[in-house]
């Protein structure tokens, strides 16, 4: 079974730019979710899909990140656009029903110079 | 105060030695609780569930206390392939996974 697919693995651009990340879920699994991690500080949530719908996002840090999911196959998290405190490791997870069965892909990791 | 609060370590300790690490959480609503492994630049990997009766899964014991919403984790008989850091995670049903910062442990020969 293939596992949660995330592309870009490494990104690096300058500040006002746009950059959008994206997250393939293990086939069947209808939650979605998106993580980050800053340097120093835990994993946070930051928005939640089932299927198509966004669950929740109250994790959302600002207006200038935009998640979709059409289709309710992959998704995208875009910054637009980005600043500096956006830096840090974006994580995707997918799971089926029970939130034991989660699994991350690798990450993206994000620096904004 | 953090929502999942864990000694940040780093923990050093020899092969074969036993270690413990703890956890706190402050929402008594919390229903699930895990203990997740991080191996440096990569993804978190589930390492157990924790159940309140306290689950042993080989030289791994995770116990949880909801009264005083305390959880742990034990290792025995260290392995250097055991180094990495350990994330206390809880959740609550159909909320997202509240991850603490992590414990950091390293195993010498």
New interface residues.
């Given amino acids: 079974e293939a596992g949660v697919t995330q592309f870009p693995s490494h990104s690096v651009i300058e500040k006002g730019q746009t950059v959008t990340l994206r997250c393939d879920p293990i086939s069947g699994h209808d939650n979605l979710?998106w993580?980050r991690r800053v340097m120093g500080?835990?994993?946070?949530?930051l928005l939640?899909f089932v299927k198509e719908s966004k669950q929740?996002e109250s994790?959302m840090p600002n207006n200038r990140f935009l998640a979709e999911r059409t289709g309710g196959t992959y998704s995208t998290l875009k910054v637009q656009p980005a600043e500096l405190e956006d830096s840090g490791v974006y994580?995707c997870a997918s799971s089926q029903v029970n939130?034991?069965g989660?699994t991350?892909?690798?990450?993206t990791?994000l620096t904004v110079v | 105060r953090k929502e999942v609060e864990q000694d940040p370590g780093p923990f050093n300790v020899p092969e074969g030695a036993t270690v413990a690490f703890n956890c706190t959480y402050s929402n008594s609503a919390s229903q699930s609780f895990f203990w997740y492994r991080q191996d440096c630049r990569k993804e978190p990997k589930l390492l157990m569930s924790v159940y309140s009766s306290g689950n042993e899964d080989g030289r791994f014991t995770a116990q949880l206390n909801r009264a005083s919403q305390y959880i742990s984790l034990l290792i025995r008989d260290s392995k250097l392939s055991d180094s990495a850091t350990y994330l206390c995670v809880v959740n609550q049903a159909g909320t997202a996974l509240i991850f603490g910062k992590g414990t950091t442990l390293s195993v010498s020969s």
Avoid: A, L, T, V
């Fill in positions: 979710y993580y500080k835990e994993i946070k949530f939640h929740d994790g994580f939130p034991s989660y991350f892909g690798s990450g990791r």
